[in-house]
T-cell receptor
């Protein structure tokens, strides 16, 4: 049973396209996150949602729009993709919105923008 | 000082060896720290939390040196399966309830 799942696992697309990544967790957690891991392996938080409410919004271009239809889902839509968006995007969840809580990561979505 | 800093390695060690990594942090108010493990092309997974009193789990020991602002991870009797990147995680100083991940230290255990 997958705890945090993401689709798709791989995404190859052209510059300028719009794409979405979906994330679901079946752990009953309140908090979900999106992280970006670039080619230098730097894992940086993008967004955090708690009970469907946006809590953390780092300085991410507004081409990135998260959406949480319910506590178990957090999707990421990216408009007008750029070369620099190529990275691995990880979804994660934690039981509560507390930095001391363990974060459970999804398998990642490897996005390549050509 | 950067929010969190790690030696990227790689640390190449023979099976059975003991290896230790350090991670320095800048937020002197930080209370809780973590080590995550990330295998190649996989997601990060929590390895262990780091308490002020230290933490030990089998072959793994994590220590906190608050005066010098670093945490350490010691792995005894290294196994081939320990080969991975070890990410240090510290609370963010920005006032949010969030953490900052280090860029990781790569460990390669050699037969």
């Amino acid at each position: 049973d997958t705890a945090v799942s993401q689709t798709p696992k791989y995404l190859v697309t052209q510059m300028g396209n719009d794409k979405s990544i979906k994330c679901e967790q079946n752990l009953g957690h309140d908090t979900m996150y999106w992280y970006k891991q670039d080619s230098k392996k730097f894992l940086k938080i993008m967004f955090s949602y708690n009970n469907k409410e946006l809590i953390i919004n780092e300085t991410v271009p507004n081409r990135f729009s998260p959406k949480s239809p319910d506590k178990a889902h957090l999707n990421l839509h990216i408009n007008s993709l750029e070369l620099g968006d190529s990275a691995v995007y990880f979804c994660a969840s934690s039981q509560v919105f507390d930095y001391t809580d363990t974060q459970y990561f999804g398998p990642g979505t490897r996005l390549t923008v050509l | 000082r950067k929010e969190v800093e790690q030696d990227p390695g790689p640390f190449n060690v023979p099976e059975g060896a003991t290896v230790a990594f350090n991670c320095t942090y800048s937020n002197s108010a930080s209370q809780s720290f973590f080590w995550y493990r990330q295998d190649c092309r996989k997601e990060p997974k929590l390895l262990m939390s780091v308490y002020s009193s230290g933490n030990e789990d089998g072959r793994f020991t994590a220590q906190l040196n608050r005066a010098s602002q670093y945490i350490s991870l010691l792995i005894r009797d290294s196994k081939l399966s320990d080969s991975a990147t070890y990410l240090c995680v510290v609370p963010n100083s920005g006032g949010y309830q969030k953490v900052t991940f280090g860029t990781g230290t790569k460990l390669q255990v050699i037969p």
